[in-house]
């Protein structure tokens, strides 16, 4: 049977089954919540990986460089977090050019890893993929954190998901709004973390699921 693989290309949405997880932190960098979300991650010695919205990262240059600074990884979630499965290549290109650019100029270090908005990824994907060098991220699960449930909810819709190599999907910020609030997810961060060290795992970094 051909797999999806064979048509959208390969995408990473677990790590080895480790007792090790992935925190991934979407759509930002947002005013409010990235520095509060860096804050708690640097208190934990945490490492974590910042799927960025190019608009973003235009919009709050200082806090992408931020999120450099403290060592995490930065990949690139298109420059204005597009749907990709209904667009034709050459805007597929300009999505991902742009935040490319955006990322290496405001970082100083172009991005090595993509993430698809929503997960949904386009044939057009692969080659553009291969040509800028980008290893594909999906992952292995998510909480819904974006419709904001409340921070204990977060926090408990982790808790028992919880399993080796998981890559966690949650938000720093909204695709659409830069100034959308992700307050509960900063506030689900500490409880999280502290669940899942509670259970054994260990937090990786996600750069070294690169390919
Ligand atoms: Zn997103």
Not at 96 to 118: K, N, Q, S, W, Y
Request: charge should be positive; include cysteine.
């Amino acid at each position: 049977m051909m797999g999806l693989d064979a048509l959208f290309g390969p995408s990473v949405e677990r790590g080895p089954r480790a007792r090790r997880l992935y925190l991934t932190f979407d759509d930002g960098p947002n005013a409010r919540a990235t520095p509060a979300i860096l804050e708690i991650l640097a208190a934990e010695r945490v490492p974590a990986a910042f799927f960025m919205v190019g608009r973003h990262v235009r919009l709050f240059p200082s806090l992408a460089r931020q999120v450099r600074a403290a060592g995490h990884d930065i990949g690139n979630h298109t420059q204005h977090h597009i749907k990709l499965h209904l667009r034709g290549p050459r805007r597929i290109r300009a999505e991902l050019e742009e935040a490319h650019a955006a990322i290496d100029a405001v970082t100083g270090r172009p991005p090595c890893a993509f993430r698809a908005p929503h997960g949904l990824r386009s044939p057009f994907l692969r080659p553009l993929a291969r040509e800028l060098g980008y290893t594909v991220f999906g992952w292995t699960f998510g909480v819904f954190d974006t419709a904001r449930p409340g921070a204990e909810e977060i926090r408990r819709r982790v808790r028992v998901r919880l399993r080796r190599g998981a890559i966690v999907l949650l938000h720093d910020g909204d695709g659409y709004d830069p100034e959308g609030d992700r307050m509960q997810t900063a506030e689900a961060l500490p409880g999280i973390i502290r669940d899942a060290r509670e259970k054994g795992y260990e937090f990786g970094v996600l750069g070294e699921l690169v390919r």
